[in-house]
């Protein structure tokens, strides 16, 4: 017979965007407006830890975040978890079949998660912890994939960046064009194999949980941003403003794109700096172009902007880059004959202490414990 309960632990990486996601096409089934490109964070202090525990026992599904009870009755939740027992299959032990596939309707789920960092402050703690809440489960319920990329597909209905949190090095998340998403799937374009020397430094500015989350703000920077895209009612416009102008999400971030992976492929470091920080600043300007508008930097986010631009000025070379998220903290980028150099300046100047400064993952999930 099996045990019961079945215990399974995962850990799941931060992704930090390079190439901004910022607005959906659909809400629901969360498919963006365009594609993002990410890397995967080697961190051992910016994780998430999830246990999933099964048992025939448990009269209902529940969930803890950092030590408190949530709600798992969440819309999002609920479609990962219903999507992952529809794929579930048999589990085998010693080439003993221990459950059928039939039987997991059975099974409850106690899931319990933490993160060693900081929760909704821009750290993209939803991308690492719903990657490992779909993760576990996924491992838990031996869940079969019938494409690949399904369990991308999956995590993204969880929290859009999330899907690119479920694989390591340089990720893209494409926009797709489906109807039903399934071809909005995250996949790795490149290890981290050329870019061992890359270093990832991280700036707490503010521990505070933000104002505006990300689902809210993209939804009215998409109603309201004409930097973004013509939405809602302005669409008589729109085949004139098409023809006329750039907008970032039809145009713009291609082109940063095709740039990107480039400066990847090539191992170009100060074009691969100069697109972070264009699309850093791009997606911030959106913020502001939102009607009202959404203010994530605060007055040391934009001083560290500054420093890295005099920094670079006075090295006459782009050798840190920076980029945030939805929050005031700084994801700085550099390579690791700079870093010293760096630190000793951003100590200087800000009396910081970073977070970490590490490089990017080639593997992503240690599933430390597996019944
Ligand atoms: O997946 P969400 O809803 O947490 O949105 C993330 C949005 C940004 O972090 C600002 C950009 C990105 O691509 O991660």
Redesign the pocket.
């Known amino acids: 017979s099996v045990d019961d309960p079945l215990t399974v632990t995962c850990t799941a990486p931060v992704?930090?965007?390079l190439?901004?996601?910022?607005g959906k096409r659909e809400e629901d089934k969360?498919l963006p407006l365009n594609p993002?490109l990410?890397i995967t964070l080697d961190v051992a202090d910016l994780r998430t830890k999830t246990t999933v525990v099964a048992s025939k026992q448990f009269d209902r599904d529940r969930l803890w975040l950092n030590g408190k009870e949530h709600d798992i009755n969440n819309k999002r939740m609920q479609t990962c978890i219903r999507k992952l027992r529809q794929g579930a299959d048999d589990l085998w032990r010693d080439g003993k079949l221990m459950i059928a596939k039939e039987e997991w309707k059975n099974y409850r789920l106690h899931i319990i998660s933490e993160n060693n960092f900081p929760t909704a402050a821009?750290l993209?703690s939803?991308?690492s912890g719903l990657a490992c809440f779909v993760y576990s489960i996924a491992q838990l319920l031996q869940f079969k994939e019938t494409f690949p990329g399904e369990l991308t597909t999956i995590a993204r209905q969880g929290?859009?960046?999330?899907c690119?949190s479920l694989l390591g090095g340089f990720v893209l998340?494409e926009s797709g064009t489906a109807l039903d998403g399934s071809d909005s799937i995250a996949r790795q374009i490149a290890t981290g194999d050329k870019w061992k020397s890359l270093r990832v430094i991280i700036l707490i500015v503010n521990e505070q949980q933000k104002k505006t989350?990300?689902?809210a703000g993209?939804q009215t920077s998409v109603q309201t941003s004409d930097l973004l895209k013509v939405g809602g009612d302005r669409n008589i416009f729109l085949i004139i403003r098409l023809i006329k102008e750039k907008f970032r999400a039809k145009e713009v971030v291609s082109m940063q794109l095709s740039r990107m992976r480039d400066a990847i492929e090539k191992a170009d470091f100060p074009t691969l700096a100069t697109v972070t920080m264009q699309e850093s600043n791009q997606?911030h300007a959106c913020c502001l172009d939102t009607f009202p508008p959404i203010f994530y930097l605060n007055e040391v986010s934009k001083e560290i902007i500054q420093f890295v631009h005099d920094y670079n000025a006075d090295n006459n070379d782009i050798t840190v880059a920076y980029t945030f998220?939805?929050g005031p903290n700084a994801v700085l980028l550099t390579r690791e004959e700079n870093l010293e150099k760096l630190m000793n300046s951003l100590h200087q100047k800000f009396g910081f202490f970073p977070v970490t400064r590490e490089g990017v993952t080639r593997s992503v999930f240690e599933n430390s414990q597996s019944d």
């Open positions: 992704n930090i965007a190439i901004k996601y910022w969360i993002s990410s821009g993209a939803s991308a929290s859009g960046s999330a690119r998340w989350s990300s689902t993209m997606f998220d939805a």
